[in-house]
């Protein structure tokens, strides 16, 4: 641990495997074990300061992976699950160093803590915990309709038809465009809180 420790508050850690440890948690081992183990990560993760840039190059790798996304990919698309984990990480490494209660894994308790701390506006906190619970349930009900389907939203009507089915909407039309403003209202506010956050 202490190596690990060094690795990051040395600066040879990457802004990238901080931005991972923000969703690090322990799993498995004795009380004191575990409480070593958060600690360190603490540590690795929370302990360099904010840098404006850090925001730039979040958002940089954030279109890195929408290069690799398919249409229809709610997780790495445009307005994704994506960009609600990145927001979050980017708020814990912006604030986690000075408040340590927004170090939270789970990404819906993070938006919560991040909301406590005042460092998200209400309505931005209302907006992507709604949001980011409509793309895991999509998500949900596309893994239960085929293991192969992952985050990828299906061309065959028969199959939207389906999706919409198991989501209690009765039209796929509606339920494809309720989601696509979904995602481009997350896109925008993901844009904004970055603007604000970075040097623009």
């Known amino acids: 641990l202490a190596e690990f420790v060094r690795y990051f508050v040395e600066g040879d850690g990457q802004l990238w495997e901080r ?17 070593a183990a958060t600690a360190a990560v603490g540590k690795a993760a929370f302990a360099r300061r904010w840098r404006r840039r850090d925001a730039d190059e979040i958002r940089q790798m954030r279109r890195r992976l929408e290069e690799t996304a398919e249409q229809g990919d709610v997780k790495r698309g445009r307005g994704g699950m994506v960009d609600v984990e990145f927001l979050v990480q980017m708020g814990q490494l912006r604030y986690a160093r000075n408040n340590p209660a927004v170090r939270q894994s789970n990404t819906l308790e993070a938006f919560d803590a991040l909301h406590a701390a005042e460092c998200l506006a209400e309505d931005d906190h209302r907006f992507f915990r709604d949001a980011y619970r409509l793309l895991r349930r999509i998500e949900g009900r596309l893994r239960l309709m085929s293991p192969t389907a992952r985050d990828q939203l299906p061309d065959d009507p028969t199959e939207l038809a389906k999706l919409a089915h198991l989501l209690d909407d009765s039209e796929a039309d509606r339920l494809l465009a309720d989601l696509e403003r979904t995602m481009e209202e997350v896109r925008r506010r993901f844009d904004r809180v970055f603007d604000e956050a970075g040097t623009g």
């Open 19 to 35: 931005q991972a440890l923000c969703k690090a948690r322990v799993v498995y081992g004795s009380p004191r074990a575990a409480r």
